[in-house]
Structure formats: structure tokens, C-alpha cells
């Protein structure tokens, strides 16, 4: 029989509903799928010179230190003082198979069983995951729109049993930020109430109307000493696949997650380690990703605001449109996961039910996508919410 741990944990909603997704494009259904959370650019050429080099003349094809090769510690370290203003060595510093696993060594090295943690909703639901998977209790913030997490908002959450609290910006899925004094005010509240963040900075990159990034270790060495930065080069360089995340923290907690991933996948990908050191030399590929993201908004924003009946929210960064479709739900769409599942069978248009987000009466549109399957997503949609309004 199945542990009975397991059957406490949900799927990835957004996995299970691109197996769907791809179940269909395989009977020959012309699906625009708008689920994943992974750009629909290819990488870097310097990061595709740097795989083939690292395997064909380099042979780099063995095991790696457990925490990742000091070469791309080292590049790490200096891009948070570069961009971040933040001073980590790499003893300060580990290499994850992706940002998902770093956050899951993090919560189960911080985390005691019956411990809370804070996060607010809508957020991506792995982290909700990740926090039972760790005995820990999830304590949330449900944020209306517009969905900006303010530190009056965090304060009625915090008990004695208070041991993290994970911030997301850019958001998964709003695409909201938080500004420096908010950010300064919630830092406060850390050190007020001696807890721990967990800061997932992976859109950091992706912002726009020239909104600038604040880590918020960057803060304070206080509240450096309290935080873990998590990271990585999948969505700003759009290697999603390649699987490659990184934390930043205290050495004490950076040698407690080591410990713990030297008895489950050791270290990453030695010839994926080595390649992404090149990424640290690309300072484009990132910017022109993002003009054609806010590009991509702006048309999203201005056309699907037009529609009768849909709330559409502006997001700072990311590649993703949170829509509010409250007025829409009725006796054959009663929610939004049936909504969206509506949309899919009518219009063959697939997009993240709110449910996913834990916010129910939204959906998540990635666009991640061609302007030209955008704008066949707009038609559709008006196609879709004119026959539920007739």
C-alpha cells in the first residue's frame, strides 16, 4: 500500500492540466495552450555554446561538490552585489535542481512539525504543498485585488508559532511586486517577531514600466540573517528544462539544506552547472525578453479590458494575466474551474483555473505566447463569455 503521507498532497495542477492539454493536441485538437509558466523564447546562444563545450571538450561528467561547483557560487555571489547589493560568499550559497527543490530543502530545514507559515493567496499552490510536506501548517492571507501584500496585511497572521513567511515577487500568479517601504516594513516585522523568509525572486527580471528589483535581504544585515533568496536562470533565460535553482543564506541553514540534499539528489547537473556560469556574461537576452512581454500585456490588457464582464488586473512582471470572471460564473459555469474547462471544450483555449491559485472567480493566462496565438486567444474568449452572456 501507498504511505498515507502521500494522499495528503495534491498534484501540480498546472502539470496535470498540461498532460490533458497535450492528450488533446495528440488526437489532432488545435489547442493554444496558455497553462505552463516557462518562456517561449530558446535560450541564450552563449548558453548552448557553453552545454555543448562543457560536454564535448570540457567532460564535465561527474559528480559535483553537493552545493554546486564554486565557479558558479562564485558567479552567483557576484551578481547579488552587482544588482541586488547583497554580499554572500559561497559558503553562503547552494545549487538546487531547479528553485522548486530549494525551496522544498529550505521549509525542510526550517520547519518543524505544527510550525506555521505565512503566505498569501492567490500564489502558486506548491508552495502549500511544500509547507504539509514539511508538517508545517499554512497560514494564508487571502489579498483582494489589486493582490499588493502590505505588511498590515501580515500582522494579524503572526502567532508564537510563526516560523516563515514566504514572499513571491513578481507574484505566480498575479504578477504584482512589492515596493521597497513595504518591503522595509515587512523586514521590520521579521525582526520584530523573530521569523525567518523565505523570498522567491525568480521573476525578478521580468518587470515592467522600469519598476527596479529590491531583494529584501538587501535591507539589512538583520534581516539578510534571516532570509533565504531563491533563484535561478529558468525563467530569465528561459532554460525551465534544464533545471538549475540556487538559495542565498546563512551559512549555518546553506550547510543544514547541503546536508539534506547529499541524501536525496546530491549535487545538480555537473555539465548544466558549468554552462550556466556563461549565463552571468548575457546581459540582453533577459531585456528583450521582457520589451516583448510588456508588449504582450499591453495588448492583452487594453483588448480582453474591453470584454464585457472581465476584471483585468495590470501586473508589474512576470509573463502572466490574472482575470477575474465572477460575473460570468452561472448554474453551468458555477466556478472557474468549470469556467476554464468550458473555455477549453468551446474554444480550445487553455488556461489555469483560480482554484489552482487557491483564489476562486479568476483564471491564469500565461503569455508566454506569439502575439499571433494572443490575438486568436482574445477573439475566442470575447467568443466564449458573448455566448454565456446571450
Known amino acids: ?169 513578481p507574484c505566480n500568479p498575479t504578477g504584482m511586486t512589492i515596493d521597497t517601504p513595504e518591503l522595509e516594513k515587512i523586514a521590520g516585522l521579521a525582526i520584530k517577531h523573530n521569523f525567518w523568509i523565505i523570498s522567491d525572486e525568480i521573476y525578478e527580471k521580468i518587470l515592467f514600466d522600469r519598476r527596479k528589483h529590491t531583494s529584501i535581504a538587501s535591507l539589512g544585515l538583520d534581516t539578510k540573517n534571516r532570509t533565504l533568496t531563491v533563484s535561478g536562470l529558468s525563467k530569465s533565460h528561459a532554460i525551465t528544462g534544464w533545471r538549475l535553482g540556487w538559495g542565498c543564506g546563512p551559512k549555518q541553514l546553506i550547510e543544514a539544506m547541503t546536508n539534506l540534499q547529499s541524501q536525496t539528489t546530491s549535487g545538480a547537473s555537473s555539465i548544466i552547472q558549468q554552462a550556466a556560469i556563461s549565463a552571468f556574461l548575457d546581459t540582453e537576452s533577459s531585456i528583450r525578453m521582457t520589451q516583448a512581454y510588456q508588449e504582450r500585456r499591453d495588448f492583452l490588457v487594453r483588448e480582453l479590458s474591453q470584454i464585457k464582464d472581465l476584471d483585468v488586473f495590470t501586473p508589474h512582471g512576470t509573463f502572466y494575466l490574472f482575470v477575474g470572471i465572477s460575473k460570468l460564473l452561472n448554474s453551468k459555469y458555477p466556478n472557474s474551474a468549470a469556467w476554464c474547462q468550458g473555455l477549453l471544450e468551446k474554444q480550445r483555449v487553455a488556461v489555469v483555473p483560480g482554484e489552482s491559485f487557491l483564489a476562486e472567480g479568476y483564471f491564469r493566462l500565461s503569455f508566454a505566447a506569439s502575439i499571433s496565438d494572443l490575438q486568436k486567444t482574445v477573439k475566442r474568449i470575447q467568443h466564449f463569455c458573448s455566448s454565456i452572456n446571450s
Not at 557553453?50 to 557560487?73: C, D, F, M, W
Open 1 to 169: 500500500m501507498i504511505a498515507n503521507r502521500i494522499s495528503q498532497f495534491l498534484p501540480s495542477p498546472t502539470l496535470s492540466l498540461n498532460a490533458t492539454i497535450k492528450k488533446m493536441q495528440s488526437e489532432g485538437q488545435e489547442v493554444i495552450n496558455l497553462t505552463a509558466g516557462e518562456p517561449d523564447f530558446q535560450p541564450p546562444q552563449i548558453l548552448k555554446e557553453a552545454l555543448v563545450k562543457a560536454v564535448q571538450e570540457e567532460n564535465h561528467h561527474h559528480y559535483t561538490p553537493v552545493s554546486g561547483i564554486v565557479e558558479l557560487r562564485q558567479a552567483i555571489a557576484q551578481k547579488y552585489k552587482q544588482e541586488n547589493d547583497i554580499e554572500y560568499t559561497p559558503e553562503e550559497i547552494i545549487v538546487g535542481t531547479g528553485a522548486k527543490q530549494v525551496l522544498h530543502n529550505t521549509l525542510l530545514s526550517l520547519v518543524n512539525p505544527s510550525e506555521e507559515v505565512i503566505v498569501h493567496t492567490p500564489i502558486w499552490s506548491t508552495y502549500i504543498e511544500q509547507i504539509k510536506i514539511a508538517q508545517g501548517i499554512p497560514v494564508l492571507i487571502d489579498l483582494k485585488p489589486p493582490f499588493q501584500l502590505r505588511a498590515e496585511d501580515i500582522l494579524p497572521k503572526i502567532s508564537s508559532k510563526t516560523k516563515v513567511l514566504i514572499l513571491n515577487y
